[in-house]
């Protein structure tokens, strides 16, 4: 039986609790840099590496050799101009000993819309891939999407010749063989993921849609591995976890947040106090204070 458990506290200083190598995925979305303090997080650009870096420290230290590190993300505009603390961090981290292995595109379906004098609207988010070995788990098959019309207009008139070969004409190399996709009713996905926002959380301002970890969830975990969110906001990365039979960990600096996070848990469960809940379903829930 999966578990969830969920820690109030400061992530730089919970996880040096945690035992190293022993988390399969990490999935977050921490607070983005905001020189306007009274938002969520009002870290300033500039100092937004030095900030990280402690917890990115401690997540490398927990994280399995063969495990996952999600990263969503994405720098704002000031003064007509992109910051670039995000590039930065990427340098930052890599020196850490991470490895930068991909970069995903969360494209927003229904991105709100807006005018700005020198660009358009943002539409889509970073989700950066880190992982400490080369060899690391990923489950490919699990997110495989149908083939769709693609394949019946792109390949329905091809001669003899086109099914087969798998070198170009010129002897470049960089022929493809068509005939792979003869047939085929699943195909593997790119790395841009199209999910529309949250747009009615009236307990998060930047709460992610459970589309989102679930994908990430699928590719590099499977049934009752760990997955770990610091930044644990609303608690999206829980529930998903939890529904996906995965254990999870979660932890915010904001009780606010972690009280939100107990009553889904209650209402999901009916039970009325959550103490109560974790003995009856074997310590499923834990809370730490």
């Given at each position: ?20 190598n022993s988390i399969d995925l990490i999935v977050t979305s921490p607070p983005y840099a905001d ?148 047939d085929r009713k699943w195909v593997y996905p790119s790395n841009v993921l199209n999910f529309a ?42 529930f998903v976890a939890k529904r996906m039979k995965r254990n999870s960990i979660g932890i915010e ?37």
């Amino acid at each position: 039986m999966s578990k969830v458990n969920i820690i109030c506290g400061d992530c730089k200083e919970v996880l040096k609790n945690f035992q190293e190598n022993s988390i399969d995925l990490i999935v977050t979305s921490p607070p983005y840099a905001d020189r306007r303090i009274k938002t969520y997080g009002g870290i300033k650009p500039e100092d937004y590496v030095q900030w990280f870096m402690p917890v990115s420290d401690e997540l490398l230290r927990v994280l399995k050799p063969t495990g996952t590190f999600i990263l969503n993300i994405k720098e704002k505009a000031e003064n007509g101009e992109r910051h670039i603390y995000v590039i930065e961090l990427i340098l930052a981290l890599r020196k850490q000993g991470w490895l930068w292995t991909e970069e995903f595109i969360w494209s927003k379906k229904n991105c709100y819309p807006g005018k700005w004098p020198n660009r358009f609207r943002d539409a889509w988010e970073r989700c950066i891939q880190f992982n400490k070995s080369k060899k690391f788990h990923m489950y490919q098959d699990e997110v495989m999407i149908p083939v769709g019309n693609w394949a019946e207009g792109r390949l329905k008139n091809l001669s003899g010749t086109d099914k087969i070969r798998d070198n170009s004409k010129n002897g470049s190399g960089f022929g493809k063989n068509i005939s792979n996709w003869l047939d085929r009713k699943w195909v593997y996905p790119s790395n841009v993921l199209n999910f529309a926002t949250v747009c009615n959380n009236k307990n998060h301002s930047a709460a992610f849609p459970e589309e989102l970890p679930e994908w990430f969830i699928k590719l590099f975990t499977k049934e009752n591995d760990t997955v770990l969110d610091p930044f644990v906001g609303s608690g999206t990365t829980l529930f998903v976890a939890k529904r996906m039979k995965r254990n999870s960990i979660g932890i915010e600096i904001m009780p606010e947040y972690i009280e939100l996070i107990k009553n889904k848990l209650k209402d999901k469960y009916k039970k009325p106090n959550l103490f109560e809940l974790a003995i009856e379903i074997e310590d499923e829930i834990v809370e730490y204070k």
